[in-house]
């Protein structure tokens, strides 16, 4: 029968069982880890060669979780109770590690995903890398919203006579020690990396293009994201974003006199509709206050030794370092689907955005950071395992009616095959 299976099975094609789960971060890791508890296997494609490859390769040195950790728990394992309550990059590696080993999840390492596309005649998901093309009825897309860094075309870039790097080739600001550096943005990463430049003795310059909410990372002896969960309990989302101004107001100020406009909306409402995180402060304020981190407005050019500004001054500068974010890369590989929109997204907001059509679903892409994540895992987890309960019920009853019928092993075998290709055919495994 090996000449059978060779047919069937082409040497670079894989049939994958259970789904396929594109992405090793902490949403495919999710994803896999539940999926497990209800016996399904899975499959993990990841493009680099370990698991939270953003987290090991593209983040600074300094960077903790914003968030205390039992926010940013996956499930079923939460953070070891010795963690701090904001675990450090490596501390969150660590657990990373622990929750794949704990859960059995083994990703297949270097495996891009060039392109996933679902083949209607044969109602199931083709998945191609560089050198295979793997099978199944269920695809998990968990690449997430920071995939890829976003770098701005400013004018001038090409003429910079210095280095400028994006936040993820940032690592420490002891490599820009003593020199005048522009940072650009002024999100969490923004920030922080303009914190860490201050204490290497160097003179960041950070530019606020638009308006932010800052707000502190605690407030009276609480956490900020704590008493954010604890009041959105209680009261609507437009009077806890007052309630939260009004607090943060109290305790760090009037952010419009550092240069830092609030926007309108506030920042509950706003991160909710637009994905744009509030600041949370872990001391860039009191230098931005003291001087030592200088706000900016907007550039207007990039020039051979520095930059020239919306307001009209011009500075010269040592490096330039992007802090701009990250986007989804879902547009560049996954074809023929209308599920996301063309920046990578779902087209469906949260809580809805988690399943598309033809076992196609996502994770990872709630704009709530991990606790979005964890409740993606769980969904998606108990939906595929009500089919896949049905399917296996259903091949179960026909392999012992082949049984009864046919004692010849090596049949029952060739026949058992054709009902997993007949389903395949009719979308059901």
Not at 118 to 147: C, P
Not at 217 to 224: A, I, K, N, Q, V
Request: hydrophobic share 35%; charged share 20%; net charge positive.
């Amino acid at each position: 029968m090996g000449s059978c299976t060779e047919k069937e099975e082409p040497a670079k094609r894989v049939r994958v069982p259970g789904p396929i789960i594109v992405g090793a971060g902490p949403s495919g890791l999710a994803a896999s880890a539940c999926l497990y508890e209800h016996g399904v296997p899975s499959v993990i494609l990841e493009r680099s060669n370990c698991i939270a490859s953003l987290w090991q390769h593209k983040t600074y040195d300094r960077l903790k979780l914003h968030l205390p950790k039992k926010y940013c728990a996956l499930p079923l394992l939460g953070f070891p109770e010795h963690f701090p309550m904001y675990p450090t990059r490596d501390q969150f590696i660590s657990y990373m590690e622990s929750y794949a080993a704990h859960f059995s999840i083994q990703p297949r390492f270097n495996q891009s995903v060039q392109s996933a596309e679902f083949d209607s005649s044969r109602g199931f998901w083709r998945v191609k890398t560089h050198d295979l093309e793997y099978i199944s009825r269920w695809l998990i897309v968990a690449t997430g919203e920071n995939a890829e860094p976003v770098i701005p075309e400013i004018v001038g870039m090409e003429r910079f006579r210095g280095p400028i790097v994006h936040t993820t080739a940032y690592k420490s600001g002891s490599d820009f020690a003593n020199q005048k550096v522009l940072v650009v943005g002024c999100g969490n990463s923004g920030m922080e990396v303009s914190l860490d430049l201050c204490r290497h003795s160097a003179v960041p310059h950070m530019v606020v293009r638009n308006t932010v909410h800052v707000l502190p990372r605690e407030m009276f002896g609480f956490s900020t994201f704590g008493i954010i969960m604890a009041l959105l309990r209680w009261f609507p989302l437009k009077l806890v974003d007052r309630l939260l101004l009004l607090a943060a107001n109290f305790t760090i100020g009037n952010t419009d006199q550092l240069g830092l406009h609030r926007p309108k909306t506030g920042p509950i409402e706003l991160k909710n509709v637009t994905g744009k995180t509030p600041v949370l402060d872990v001391g860039a304020l009191s230098q931005i206050k003291s001087g030592k981190i200088k706000v900016m407005e907007g550039v207007r050019e990039i020039t051979r030794n520095g930059a020239k500004f919306m307001d009209g001054q011009e500075k010269e500068f040592d490096s330039i370092i992007l802090a701009t974010g990250y986007k989804s890369n879902v547009p560049t590989w996954l074809k023929g689907c209308g599920f996301f929109t063309k920046d990578g997204m779902p087209q469906t907001p949260f809580p809805n955005g988690w399943k598309g059509e033809n076992g196609l679903y996502t994770v990872g892409f709630t704009r709530r950071g991990l606790l979005g994540t964890a409740s993606d895992a769980v969904r998606i987890a108990n939906d595929v395992a009500d089919q896949w309960r049905t399917i296996k019920d259903c091949c179960n009853s026909h392999i012992i009616l082949l049984k009864n019928r046919n004692k010849n092993k090596l049949v029952v075998e060739e026949e058992v095959d054709d009902l997993d290709q007949r389903n395949i055919n009719r979308g059901l495994g």
